[in-house]
């Protein structure tokens, strides 16, 4: 049985002579006002172009609702801000042993930040991440050889030209999941130098800044190596030296760097890690061979200025005195002849 309106509640509903109330289940239709008929312009005019993409959302070779392609751009994000990276091979770690790894990198960044007061800390903003390769690769190929600036490329003969196409190929749209950077990617036949490092079960260990100070804490709890980056000590750190520390440590290992986009081996990285003082130390070191570059060319133009001096004079004398001792000569000879 339908439900029926109280008195007063009916007696409060508006009266219109537009308006038609159907007191049937309570519901009610509202006359609508006639539309005009469109005028001969409105009819000649083109119809408008549909989209298929929200307005905020720019057209993208990639769509953006899977999971594949918001990981590539937060790996071009993550490479693009990013100036050192440590990569690590990692062998079936278990959760346990990352906690606990975790637990006791971020206790010796901790002890560098309070060694260098004078310092920005960074301890909180270096974080270990186990990355997808397969991602991980054209997001590293993106940022290293994909150029806004240049001009897209043309479609090919074969491409679609429906409206849809021509959306994606707008020359305006410029980001990570256009159909820009994908061409450019896929047409650079110039190999990474990391590619090869790719492969596998990776870890990297990224700072907001070169510290070699903070390097050579990592690598101390990561991959010591003694004398120049030994293990902590039982005695300062008696939980590094628990079993699932120690058991997830002989899983890792250091295989390169990137270094303001340049590639560093396992050496290169021990180098950057074991530059005394850190940045301050490396351009003081570099101010001193700039002044010993320049006193040493001072130097060798001086000697060469001095040593033709020398060269000059004494050739000046020698024939200063090969005429004088002919002269000499010829006046005994006249005395003689008389």
Known sequence: MPPRLPQRAFAQLPSSSNSTYICSRCSYATAVAPVPAPSPEQMGAPMPQLSRHHPLQPPSHRSPAYRKSQMLRSYVSLLQTTPLMLFFQHNNLRAMEWASIRRELSRSLTKTDASLPNAEPLADAIKLQVIQTNMFEPALRITEYYDPSQPSPTPSGNAKTDSFSEEKLDPSLTHVLSTRAYAAVNTSQQPHPLTTLLNGSLAVLTFPSVSPQHVASALSVLSPQKPRFPAPTRRAAPSYHEPAVQDGLKKLMLLGARVD?????????????????????????????????????????????KNLWLTMESRRQDMEEKAGGGGAGDGAGEAAAK
Do not use: H, S
């Open 261 to 305: 986009g340049q590639v560093f081996d396992e050496a290169g990285v021990r180098w950057v890690g074991g530059i005394e003082g850190g940045m301050d130390g490396l351009r003081a070191q570099l101010v001193m061979l700039l002044q010993n570059a320049g006193v040493g060319l001072a130097g060798a133009l001086e000697g060469l200025g």
